[in-house]
Structure formats: structure tokens, C-alpha cells
């Protein structure tokens, strides 16, 4: 059976007030919610049912806001543990250390996702002062604990520079996973503006520094999660789509619409935390199973791509239907870091 992926915001409670954050996006007078334990256990039965009525394993990915701040977390991964189900933590660097990270890999817990969206001033500037030095810094005991550390950076026109040097920070500080994804726009206008040309020749860069940090054995594994790598390899001839491909059958690519829900404190379900206004149902009122075969619906017709449904590697890539829609208010419009002429 294929895993499904639950991205749970269990509460907005946060230290931060990232520039570039979903949740207060619309300004800072957005009230933080939480999930209670009563819906916290609804959702997850719902979770479940979806998954029995699809032939699916859930996997989930417990955030907020930084999900250790809810007062019920250790109940919620409690609960997992006992129903044998896989989880990971996307959080901060703040309420962790050596023994909460033990505790957390005793509860089963995979990989514990921080992120690095440039170096020190950069980061900071994003995130807040000192966030960047304690990011770093906690990737030790993650790794001591057993779990798997993971770095995400978000590329925006304001720090797409400094990603190589980013790249030699974790690998320096021996992260396990590094990976990035492209900033969203908001509406706030924070770091748009990457042409399709500079996105390609940075891929170029990023791609001779995995390869030489490949060779010389570096513990970072570089999980190429753009969905422009695809496009990036079919270039370099590293990605061939195969000959006995189904024509009509989609292969890999953006999950939105696949094998992904986002759910919110609110219960509300989103097809993608990252694709604006894609709220689909809610999770506390209906059956995810129905909202998948209803409203879900819209995320899954691949002829209305604009330029991918025209191109041989529509199966395999899409590029980022999120970055479209926060660029165009088009779910289906073209990648605008998209370098491929159609």
C-alpha cells in the first residue's frame, strides 16, 4: 500500500513571526488557534477512515505554529505510538534539547524538520534574532537522539545567493536531510522576482555542490524536492520518461490532489498549506473521504495546466502549482521559474 501524507497544524502558537509565514500573511492581528484534545482524537479517527477506505498508510506531519507549544502534544504522539503510526515534526529549534529529543524518539518519531533561509543576518531577518545560531546547534542532538535531522530553506529572491553557503553550513553541522522549495507569494511581495533563467543556473550550482559533497561522502543526503529538479535532470539526461509510461497516469510530481491533505487548528482541510485559498472542507464536520472525492476534485484536472498539460514530463514534474497560484491566482497557470519553452 502507497503512504498517505497528513500535513496537521495542531496549533499557530509560535515564537516567531516569520516574514514569509501562511498564517499571519494577513496581518498580525490573526488570533492563534489550537486544536483541543477532543477534535485533536476526531481528526485523527477521520484520518484513519480515510486511509482504510483508500488502502492507504497515514503518515503524519505534526506543526503549528511550533506544535510543542500545545498543551496536549506529548497525548497526541502518545496516541500515534500506540496505534503503531509514523510521524515527523516540523517545529523550531527553541523547546528542544538533548532529553526532549530522547523523548521524542522513544514516541516514535521520525524526523524533526528545522528550518535555514540564509545565513546568520538573513535568517534572523526572516525569523528572529538568534534563530539561526540555535538551528544550527540543535541538529546534534536530533542526530544523538536517533531522529532524523532534516533542513528546509525557503528560496526567495532575497536569499537565493546565499543558499550554497547554506548548503555548506549543514553539511558542516551533519543535518541529514537538506532540502528546499520556493517561496509562495502572500501578497506581501517579500522575495519574488526569481526569473526562470536565474532559477535554472542556480539549480546549476546547488546541483555540483550536492554532486561534490556526494563524492566525498558527506553524511547529508540532498533530497532534490522542486519539482524543477525533474525538468532540471531531463536536460542533463539523468531522467528519462519511461517507455511503458500509461498515457493519462500521473507518476510523480506536486502531491496536491494525490496523496496529501493539509489540516488546520480549525479543522479546516486545505489541498496544500502552501496553494492560496485551496480550503477544500473541514475535517471536524465531514468525512475526508468526501471531501476527497468532491472539492478535491479540482486539483486533480492536469489538462487545464496552462504549459504543463503541453509537455511530455506533465506525469513526472508540474513544477510548483503553489508558486502559480500565489503568482497568478491560478492553480493551473504556468510555473513562473518554469525555464522550459513549450
Not at 214 to 223: K, S, V
Request: proline share 4%; charged share 25%; net charge negative.
Amino acid at each position: 500500500m502507497r503512504y498517505f501524507s497528513f500535513q496537521w497544524h495542531i496549533t499557530d502558537d509560535c515564537d516567531q513571526r516569520c516574514r514569509h509565514c501562511y498564517i499571519y500573511s494577513g496581518g498580525t492581528e490573526h488570533i492563534p488557534q489550537a486544536m483541543n484534545l477532543k477534535d485533536i482524537h476526531a481528526v485523527l479517527m477521520n484520518c484513519l477512515n480515510f486511509c482504510g477506505t483508500f488502502g492507504r498508510i497515514p503518515y503524519f506531519y505534526i506543526t503549528g505554529g511550533d506544535p510543542i507549544l500545545h498543551p496536549n502534544f506529548w497525548e497526541l504522539l502518545k496516541e500515534l505510538y500506540d496505534r503503531g503510526i509514523s510521524f515527523s515534526i516540523l517545529g523550531n529549534p527553541f523547546h528542544i534539547d538533548g532529553e526532549i529529543c530522547r523523548e521524542l524518539k522513544a514516541l516514535g518519531c521520525e524526523k524533526y524538520q528545522l528550518s535555514l533561509d540564509g545565513m546568520k543576518d538573513t535568517h534572523d531577518y526572516f525569523r528572529k534574532p538568534g534563530s539561526f545560531t540555535e538551528t544550527l546547534a540543535k541538529i546534534k542532538p536530533i542526530n544523538d537522539a536517533g531522529i532524523c535531522s532534516v533542513i528546509m530553506s525557503t528560496v526567495s529572491s532575497l536569499n537565493i545567493h546565499e543558499i550554497p553557503a547554506v548548503i555548506d553550513a549543514v553539511v558542516e553541522h551533519e543535518a541529514e536531510v537538506y532540502s528546499f522549495a520556493r517561496y509562495c507569494p502572500t501578497g506581501s511581495g517579500v522575495g519574488t522576482g526569481i526569473t526562470p533563467s536565474e532559477y535554472r543556473e542556480f539549480l546549476r550550482v546547488c546541483d555540483g555542490k550536492f554532486r561534490s559533497c556526494e563524492a566525498q561522502g558527506c553524511r547529508t543526503y540532498f533530497d532534490r524536492k522542486d519539482h524543477l529538479w525533474t525538468l532540471y535532470d531531463y536536460e542533463a539526461g539523468r531522467f528519462r520518461v519511461p517507455d511503458d509510461a500509461e498515457t493519462g497516469k500521473i507518476y510523480g510530481g506536486c502531491n496536491c490532489g494525490n496523496a496529501h491533505l493539509t489540516i488546520l487548528p480549525s479543522g479546516d482541510v486545505y489541498a496544500c498549506r502552501r496553494v492560496r485559498g485551496s480550503k477544500a472542507g473541514n475535517a471536524l464536520t465531514e468525512r475526508l473521504s468526501d471531501i476527497w472525492l468532491g472539492r478535491m476534485e479540482d486539483y486533480r484536472e492536469y489538462g487545464r495546466f496552462v504549459k504543463c498539460s503541453r509537455c511530455e514530463l506533465l506525469p513526472y514534474c508540474r513544477g510548483c502549482p503553489a508558486v502559480a497560484m500565489g503568482t497568478y491566482g491560478d492553480f493551473y497557470a504556468e510555473d513562473p521559474q518554469c525555464w522550459k519553452e513549450i
